[in-house]
């Protein structure tokens, strides 16, 4: 039996996983989860084998090989270098990607090629967090480690649904707290399931941080709990900061008018922070994406580095990031405006780099971020550019343009593991080798660098991405640069370059890794940077505990912040759009998109609202909603919540053309970015919300995935069944105008000619019910209703997709009565062992049940994974209060 050790590749925690003939679980000596996984983790074994992917190069569309799509893509790349210069070539990759994809990528760019035109949808996530770190400490440096989550007596969680987004770490801090009694203050908008289980809840205004944290740096001064003697030796700008503090938030009336938080519950925060020595602040999407992002982050490290607070155990600010390798990416220097190994763009810097590298051609400045390189792109400075493991068309800002820009790009390369709303697009597609398949490493949000081992091999054609750029760099002239076997010898070069010429200037040093062979590196256990040689690297470590910096004159800078980012939308009656994820999903579905049981805790692209603006749009329970402004319009199914604020809606980012026909959120919000770290804001769009008056409903289930045709007046949104697929349809015109042939019908079924179609149908009441069957076999139903006639349930229909039916199994379809179609749905809640909402409700009240243990000896739900206790709790709680348990849907 030979056990494979891994990392899971999603999000930033990191959580190693154990995999061992073909059976994954959580690698119980993996430092970042001790064996847990979350939903996500748990069903990453049913990702292994998914249908649909990339398996060879294509050439505008024609299947190809490597050599021909290689050869155009390098000769591409360098005809338009030769005729407008380095910047009019980019590259746009992930933070998916491997730290040695990473590294390869970046140097060709910025060594070889001559731009710095090289970004990565990491600056959507945490480069609000690298500036901030950067203004304060001088290098882009999280002080902590997650001991300190087990060490802390105040956490403090800043625009982070970590209960959800995670949830590994979120498991960590409740199993603390149940140990020493942790108090937790949650800061966010919305009443998210973090904020379910908080000791204290700050439901502040969008954009009002900044206010919040100077008034809690002037609460700490008047309170004594300022250390002053750390300040006065190791902080500058602490007297600047201050006075900017004491201006923007004046008094409690202020901060409570700013941030819409009572003064009660203002107050209770600060003395808690005040009184309580051991205080982390974890800080997520919710402040790194904002056009006042990196004020944000500084005005929360300002009250850390004034209470000395830092770096030891159990304190100090923390940046959760959100993908698996957005750290790694820093370290390479993925991000556009850093060269490599957390050195910057300055003469000396440069020239060390460009020494290193051999590279004579280095870029000389920092190149486009993002939304500025997809801009660049549409107006045509950029006319060739290379997309790798993301899907911009989707999660970008403003993604219409973003697509537009793509339409009209003289040449785009898109490499993925599956085809995406981006993939369509390329001009050439290069198959990427998936998580399973690749070697190299990651690092997480506490600095620890992880193994990924590839325990499959590559289906087809598919290739690591370090592997295509190296050969691409290979066929544009520099092959002895280029020339890595493996990952092990790229890993080799970062970490020589992490240390040379450092001499303690900077902290990301991991020269002792830099002589390790290939085995040593086959066998690396997970470690912490900084490991400079000489120094045993295996324990957690924190930094500027000590109180040194790597900063000019070696002290932190505070950093004078002010200012609101809640301003009244521009549109005229708008609401403020705020972007994010939910549970069970993973960015833009590719993966977790096609797992059934991933499906089934939110299975719809939902738009969160607040009872009273639903009643003011006119929005009835379970109704539809219209989301538009100037960029484009879309139709989701309304989930009214008061977990939601007033006057601000929610919508979750992971639905594509692929899924919905709503598609992605992103087409509807601004390019607003940060003006440090360039980071958009995601989370402040206007937008105008009016209901949708459905006239009928339906569920169409078939086999295959392809997007139903239905025209633009039809809702429909896609889950993947055990045998094919389901659709939830509804439509705002006639149903007439719909099914108008039968022709129409057998191509929305997706049957063939041969294919044996029954029906039953009640013009009258305008019910119709159809089946196609092949040899018996059922390959796709339909059926059709007014808004009011209840469907089939889901799952019941589904259980018989694929399945030789019996005359009297065909009348009782049709009939829809078969198997239990006509059950009500329940919203799963547990998805590791499908228990819904309605069944936990019943149980607890029936049996009485009083926590989240009786309900796991119950009924098996909160077992596995945990990720469903935080809604557990909610409903126990909402049975003492004999409240409607499902209020809060997203
Ligand atoms: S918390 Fe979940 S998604 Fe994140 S790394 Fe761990 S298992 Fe993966």
Same mark, same amino acid.
């Given at each position: ?717 896609? &889950? %993947?069944?055990?045998?094919?697929? @389901?659709?939830?349809?509804? =439509?705002?015109?006639? !149903? /007439?105008?719909? +099914? #108008? ?82 059950? &009500? %749905?329940?919203?799963?809640?547990? @998805?590791?062992?499908?228990? =819904?909402?309605?069944? !936990? /409700?019943?149980? +607890? #009240? ?45």
């Amino acid at each position: 039996m030979s056990t494979v050790r891994t990392t899971c590749p999603y999000c930033g925690v990191g959580c190693g996983i154990a995999v061992t003939d073909g059976v994954l679980n959580g690698d119980t000596s993996h430092p970042a989860n001790l064996g847990r996984l979350c939903s996500k983790g748990a069903a990453l074994k049913d990702t292994l084998a998914l249908p649909d992917r990339l398996l060879s190069p294509m050439i505008h569309g024609r299947e190809s090989d490597w050599d021909e799509a290689l050869d155009l893509v390098a000769a591409q790349f360098t005809e338009t270098i030769r005729k407008h210069g380095p910047d009019a070539v980019a590259f746009y990759v992930s933070g998916q990607f491997l730290t040695e994809d990473y590294y390869v990528a970046n140097k060709l760019m910025k060594g070889f090629i001559g731009s710095a035109n090289i970004d990565t949808n990491s600056r959507l996530c945490m480069a609000s967090s690298v500036a901030g770190h950067v203004r304060a400490f001088g290098e882009d440096v999280v002080p902590g480690c997650y001991e300190d989550l087990e060490e802390t007596d105040l956490a403090v969680l800043v625009g982070s649904n970590t209960a959800w987004c995670h949830p590994v770490l979120y498991q960590r801090l409740m199993a603390a707290r149940e140990k020493r009694g942790t108090k937790i203050v949650a800061i966010d908008p919305r009443r998210t399931s973090t904020c379910e289980t908080a000791d204290l809840h700050l439901p502040l205004a969008a954009g009002s941080d900044v206010v919040l944290f100077n008034g809690l740096l002037t609460h700490l001064s008047r309170a004594g709990a300022l250390d002053h003697s750390w300040i006065a030796q190791r902080v500058s700008g602490f007297a600047e900061t201050m006075n900017a503090a004491a201006i923007s938030a004046p008094s409690i009336e202020f901060i409570a008018s700013a941030t819409g938080i009572t003064p009660e519950d203002l107050l209770q925060f600060y003395e808690l922070f005040a009184r309580i020595q051991r205080v982390m602040t974890l800080y997520s999407q919710g402040v790194n994406q904002s056009v006042m992002g990196t004020d944000k982050v500084n005005a929360i490290l300002n009250c850390h580095l004034a209470t000395g607070r830092i770096g030891r155990a159990g304190m100090g600010p923390f940046s959760l990031t959100g993908q698996p390798n957005a750290m790694g990416g820093r370290e390479v220097g993925g991000l556009a405006n850093q060269l490599a190994a957390h050195m910057s763009f300055s003469a000396k810097d440069l020239d060390r780099v460009g020494r290193f590298w051999g590279a004579s051609n280095i870029a000389a400045k920092p190149g486009l971020k993002a939304v500025d390189m997809f801009k660049a792109v549409r107006s045509g400075r950029i006319k060739a550019i290379w997309i790798a493991a993301t899907n911009p068309a989707a999660s970008m800002p403003d993604a219409n343009h973003v697509r537009a820009a793509l339409e009209h790009c003289p040449f785009v390369v898109v490499s993925d593991a599956w085809p995406t709303d981006t993939s369509v697009h390329g001009h050439v597609v290069l198959p990427a080798a998936a998580w399973a398949e690749k070697d190299g490493t990651v690092t997480n949000s506490e600095r620890r660098i992880s193994r990924q081992r590839a325990f499959r091999a590559a289906p087809g054609g598919a290739r690591p991405d370090w592997w295509m750029f190296a050969e691409v760099a290979r066929r544009m002239g520099w092959g002895r640069e280029f020339s890595y076997p493996n990952p092990a010898s790229i890993f080799r070069e970062h970490a020589a370059l992490s240390a040379f010429e450092n001499g303690g200037t900077r902290i990301f040093d991991i020269g002792a890794l830099a002589d390790c062979d290939d085995a040593a590196y086959d066998a690396l256990e997970p470690v912490q940077w900084p490991c400079p040689k000489g120094r045993t690297h295996n324990a957690s470590s924190r930094l500027f505990g000590d109180g040194r910096f790597p900063t000019p004159d070696g002290r932190a800078r505070m950093v004078p912040v002010s200012g609101l980012d809640n301003e009244l939308p521009a549109l005229d009656a708008a609401l403020k759009l705020n972007t994010g994820r939910i549970r069970d999903q993973w960015h833009t579905m590719t993966r977790t998109g096609r797992v059934p049981r991933l499906m089934t805790h939110v299975a719809e692209p939902q738009i969160a609202i607040h009872p009273r603006d639903a009643a003011m749009c006119g929005i009835a329970p379970d109704g539809f909603a219209r989301i538009e402004n100037e960029r484009g319009s879309m139709v989701m199914r309304a989930s009214i919540t008061p977990a939601q604020r007033p006057g601000e809606v929610f919508a979750p980012m992971h639905w594509t053309d692929q899924f919905s026909s709503a598609g992605a959120i992103g087409r509807l919000v601004h390019d607003k970015t940060d003006p440090i770290s360039g980071q958009p804001d995601l989370k402040g769009s206007a937008v105008h919300v009016t209901a949708v008056k459905m006239l009928w409903t339906g569920l169409l289930l078939r086999r295959p995935a392809a997007t139903p045709d239905l025209g633009e007046d039809v809702y429909w949104s896609k &889950a %993947p069944a055990d045998s094919g697929f @389901a659709f939830d349809l509804a =439509g705002w015109t006639e !149903l /007439a105008s719909v +099914i #108008r042939s039968e022709a129409i019908l057998r191509r929305l079924l997706q049957i063939p000619a041969e294919a044996e179609l029954v029906s039953y149908s009640d013009p009258k009441r305008s019910v119709f019910r159809y089946a196609g069957l092949l040899g018996g076999r059922l390959e796709a139903c339909l059926f059709l209703a007014p808004v009011g006639v209840v469907l089939p349930s889901k799952e019941g229909a589904a259980k018989l997709l694929g399945r030789t039916l019996e005359t009297a199994e065909r009348l009782s379809l049709l009939a829809a009565d078969a198997q239990g179609c006509m059950t &009500a %749905p329940d919203r799963i809640v547990c @998805a590791c062992f499908a228990v =819904g909402g309605n069944s !936990l /409700a019943t149980a +607890i #009240r029936n049996k009485n049940l009083k926590n989240v243990a009786e309900i796991g000896s119950a009924l098996q739900a909160g077992t596995n994974c945990g990720s469903c206790i935080p809604e557990l709790k909610k409903l126990l709680k909402d049975s003492v209060r004999n409240r409607e348990p499902m209020d809060a849907a997203i």
